[in-house]
């Protein structure tokens, strides 16, 4: 897992480390330690902690003006014995929706497993974004069978063409164009 990289082609546009908006801003990443584990396995050092000790993030890009968020996971979601959405909300999600965002778009290639509970945390994230979305790409099939099954599918955007977006050929705002647009496709 310590090879596994958190995306890096749009750094050059957007780091959360130097966004002031951020709720990353200033968060140091030593490229020389391997300081984080999941499991006893080492994860890169660019993969930014949220509070859990199973799932990590990168947010990728934030958009303000746009309102829109793009953040790549790696490890276990783990609701059951970690709460790992509450930490995901609180520390992540509820900075980020303060500062005027309410479409994230979780890409979940790197999470190699769910562990569900209850879900009145993705409900309140979906109150809090009523005027947007919230869009999981790229998700492992069976990880979202397991959303599904814990019905998490009222309150996030998954599978069908979300799973076929190549969304590294893309830049930021083609990836949020393309993904509002078959959300659109969905609502009608």
């Known amino acids: 897992m310590h090879t596994i990289e958190p995306f890096y082609n749009w750094i050059e546009i957007y780091s959360a480390s130097e966004d002031p908006r951020s709720p ?7 490229l ?36 829109f968020a793009i953040i790549e996971f790696i490890g276990e979601w783990n609701d059951a014995l970690h709460n790992d959405i509450m930490h995901l909300k609180r520390n992540i999600i509820d900075p980020l929706i303060q500062e005027g965002i309410k479409y994230f778009i979780l890409i979940g290639e790197n999470v190699f497993n769910f562990h569900g509970s209850d879900d009145s945390y993705y409900e309140e ?9 919230i869009a999981a790409i790229n998700f ?24 076929e977006i190549p ?19 969905r609502l009608i």
Do not use: C
């Open 167 to 185: 969304w590294r050929t893309l830049d930021p705002r083609q990836l949020y164009q393309r993904v509002d647009k078959l959300i659109q496709k």
């Open 32 to 67: 020389n330690n391997y300081t984080h584990d999941i499991y006893g396995y080492y994860i890169h050092p660019q993969w930014d902690p949220i509070g859990s000790e199973t799932l990590f993030i990168k947010i990728l890009f934030a958009d303000y003006d746009e309102g």
């Open 140 to 163: 492992q099939e069976f990880v979202l069978r397991e959303m599904q099954h814990f019905n998490l599918d009222s309150y996030v955007n998954f599978g069908g063409s979300l799973e």
């Open 24 to 30: 990353l801003f200033e968060t140091e990443n030593d």
């Open 125 to 133: 994230w979906f109150e809090d974004v009523e005027e947007g979305w």
